[in-house]
């Protein structure tokens, strides 16, 4: 699991998030973790960024904001080259879900938190 970089979309410090439930349950599995979110602040040792993040070594995005609040990023994900972007309930986006298809990168709608307890992820 180590390998599988990933970038949480819509981070918050609030603990009753999802998105923060999130990083700190891929934090307990050792996986490295990059927060953004529209405020600055920290998830444990996890700075949450306000800008987008450029890195390279992304494997997984996952995305905690609704389907109209993510058109400004569909360029910057892709440009990411990650290898599977994950959908969690409530974020379903066929329309960019076909995009990312079109470029070579898996989608899976599913719940990070589910997958990670499962071993799944």
Known sequence: MK???TLVIGASEK??????KAVRMLQEHNVPVVA??????NINDTPIAK???KDSDIHSV???LS???QPSYYDAIIDLKPKRVIFNPGTENPEFEKQLSEHGIESEVACTLVLLSTNSY
């Open 15 to 20: 603990t009753d998030r999802y998105a923060n």
């Open 67 to 69: 389907a109209k609040n």
């Open 3 to 5: 390998t599988k970089k």
């Open 36 to 41: 953004f979110g529209n405020k600055a602040g």
């Open 62 to 64: 996952t995305l905690y």
């Open 51 to 53: 800008e987008f993040p």
